[in-house]
């Protein structure tokens, strides 16, 4: 999407990931500027995770160009696209079971600074430390940063994953599904923090299917429905897209939503 003269911090065109035959992401453009919230939601198997399995380097595309900051990125591996200023969370809750939420934020810290030149060892750690104690604290993990990760909640196990993200220092920040599995009130904590992030200005991709999470916080929504962006725009106007209402509802149910509502319209 056009930003007036403002260069995107990630610009992708013509992105194809193919798996044999099944184009997993299909011709796929998507400009992301410096304070985006993009949501990306569509079916199982839309190619959701599989583009942020591109844009980070653990599937490289088939084809196509993406940009980060002025880099081309398309074949390097996850490293130095990290380094580079993407980092991701994943569906499947990660982490070293045997250390601690703390011990664990700092590998994403320490992972971050690989690549920032020679630091001093008191500064280096210095650096790590201060990384740390801000992820943790965005991600109100703080109060429990010396529990041990296998005796942690589901709840604390994403945001864990989302704290050794952050602790990169990341100009974008990829999150895949991190509401999945998780109870109402759980929802609820995620959406403030995620609103945390964003009011600290984190440029962000997410993916969710959890629909009122996805379209409260997102500033612009695409649809991927069979490796295709088939809607990308303000979620306000997503329920009117006819297109986007059936791959979620089924064939022939934007006409039949039409008619109920022109229908109640007449009934006053």
Not at 49 to 77: C, E, Y
Not at 230 to 250: A, F, H, M, Q, W
Request: proline content about 4%; overall charge negative; glycine content about 10%.
């Amino acid at each position: 999407m056009y930003n007036g003269d403002k260069q995107p911090l990630l610009a992708c065109r013509n992105v194809f990931k193919y798996f044999g035959g099944l184009a997993a992401v299909n011709d796929f453009d998507l400009d992301v500027y410096s304070g985006d919230v993009i949501g990306i939601g569509g079916p199982n198997g839309a190619g959701k995770t599989t583009f942020l399995d591109v844009i980070s380097g653990i599937n490289p595309a088939t084809s196509g160009t993406i940009v980060l900051d002025g880099h081309p990125i398309a074949n390097k591996k996850p490293d130095a696209i990290c380094h580079l200023g993407i980092s991701r969370t994943f569906q499947l809750n990660a982490g070293f079971e045997t250390m601690s939420i703390r011990e664990n934020t700092l590998v994403g810290a320490s992972f971050g600074l690989g690549d920032k030149g020679w630091f001093p060892r008191m500064t280096y750690n210095k650096l790590m430390h201060e990384r740390v104690d801000r992820a943790l604290e965005l991600c109100r993990l703080q109060d429990h940063a010396d529990l041990i990760v296998r005796d942690l909640p589901v709840l604390d196990r994403k945001l864990l994953m989302m704290a050794g993200a952050l602790a990169t220092e990341p100009k974008l920040l990829l999150i895949d599904e991190p509401v999945g599995g998780l109870n109402p009130h759980e929802v609820d904590d995620v959406m403030d923090i995620v609103q945390g992030l964003i009011a600290e200005g984190v440029t962000i991709i997410l993916i969710e299917h959890v629909m009122r999470f996805l379209l409260q916080l997102s500033k612009r929504v695409v649809i991927m429905h069979h490796g295709e962006k088939i809607y990308e725009g303000d979620s306000t106007d997503l329920l009117n897209d006819r297109k986007v209402v059936e791959v979620y509802l089924g064939e022939g149910t934007a006409d039949r939503l039409q008619h109920m509502m022109a229908e109640r319209a007449a009934n006053g």
